[in-house]
T-cell receptor, first 114, second 115 residues
Framework: GNSVTQMEGPVTLSEEAFLTINCTYT??????LFWYVQYPGEGLQLLLK?????DKGSNKGFEATYRKETTSFHLEKGSVQVSDSAVYFC?????????????FGKGTHLIIQP | NAGVMQNPRHLVRRRGQEARLRCSPM?????VYWYRQLPEEGLKFMVY????????ESGMPKERFSAEFPKEGPSILRIQQVVRGDSAAYFC?????????????FGPGTRLTVT
């Protein structure tokens, strides 16, 4: 079956630090990959996505590259802000069009200190 | 364009009661997904519906849980005879489908507490 593994949190960084949150996956097909962000008390918001190997998704300074050879989709940001504090979820869907339900990792709680 | 709406946002039920969770998809979206988030866990897929059809219910518990998405009105996730282990956040997502794509947009969730 499909699964997503992401680094355990919480991850605590100082403002302007470099961020990496690791995500690896197993899938039976050729998945599409996503990062979602959840702010306290809110639903999930799509942060970025990639649908094929070597694609780079990017949004709001965050980036992630679909690495088929290492089955990874690590999230990076060059300089984090306090407002980036949230829980980040890596996810995949195993259909080409993405019509299936998403498989999520457990989430990584990111805390940015001023 | 309003986002995905869920109500109620918070629901408290005693053991043995029924819980009904409602989800109104974004305008123009005909696909609905339900997920459950247990404390300190990621979201787990429960069921995928299109109007009047259940497409995939592989993540639904076999007993007490049911879902529908009628031709008119919101999608409903129904939990009968709730137990303490049902306490969780339940999220709904919708997507346009077909030419509109399958990117899922999430609602704010319903937090169910069973006492």
């Amino acid at each position: 079956g499909n699964s997503v593994t992401q680094m355990e949190g919480p991850v605590t960084l100082s403002e302007e630090a470099f961020l990496t949150i690791n995500c690896t996956y197993t899938a039976t097909g050729y998945p599409s990959l996503f990062w979602y962000v959840q702010y306290p008390g809110e639903g999930l918001q799509l942060l970025l996505k990639a649908t094929k190997a070597d694609d780079k998704g990017s949004n709001k300074g965050f980036e992630a590259t679909y690495r088929k050879e290492t089955t990874s989709f690590h999230l990076e940001k060059g300089s984090v802000q306090v407002s980036d504090s949230a829980v980040y979820f890596c996810a995949l869907t195993d259909s080409g069009g993405g019509a299936d339900g998403l498989t999520f990792g457990k989430g990584t709680h990111l805390i940015i200190q001023p | 364009n309003a986002g995905v709406m869920q109500n109620p946002r918070h629901l408290v039920r005693r053991r043995g009661q029924e819980a009904r969770l409602r989800c109104s998809p974004m305008k123009g979206h005909s696909h609905v997904y339900w997920y459950r988030q247990l404390p300190e866990e990621g979201l787990k897929f429960m069921v995928y519906l299109q109007k009047e059809n259940i497409i995939d219910e592989s993540g639904m518990p076999k007993e007490r849980f049911s879902a529908e998405f009628p031709k008119e009105g919101p999608s409903i996730l129904r939990i009968q005879q709730v137990v303490r282990g049902d306490s969780a956040a339940y999220f709904c997502a919708s997507s346009p489908g077909l030419a509109g794509g399958y990117e899922q947009y999430f609602g704010p969730g319903t937090r169910l507490t069973v006492t």
